[in-house]
């Protein structure tokens, strides 16, 4: 009892993922991602998403200090805190383009 199947039984599979790449294909040349260009903007949201939010805390840490010093240094504790919101957005924004992938991937099929 041999579990290969005959090329006939295969042409069914074959013809419907031949099928799905080239309705794939059409919609790509239709609806062009941008390829490098989306990449590069991807990594730039993210780092902008990172950095922003870490520089605030760090501007509104130093002004702490300099008017209401303590024995605690608030730039650094909101430089982490900055550090934390800026990694939780990029990773909201990442997450959100992926869904979006993901979703246009399980429509083509």
Known sequence: MSSKRTPKQQEPALLSRVDADAKRKL???????????????????????????????????????????????????????????GCFNAWHWVTKEANAIKEEHEHVD
């Not at 590069?40 to 990172?50: F, I, Y």
Request: aromatic share 8%.
């Open 27 to 85: 919609r790509a040349r239709e609806n062009p991602s941008g390829g490098v260009w989306f990449g590069l903007g991807m990594m730039g949201l993210v780092g902008w998403s990172v950095s922003v939010p870490t520089l605030l805390g760090v501007a509104v840490g130093m002004w702490l200090d300099r008017n209401h010093p303590s024995g605690r240094s608030w730039t650094l504790a909101l430089l982490v805190a900055g550090l934390c919101v």
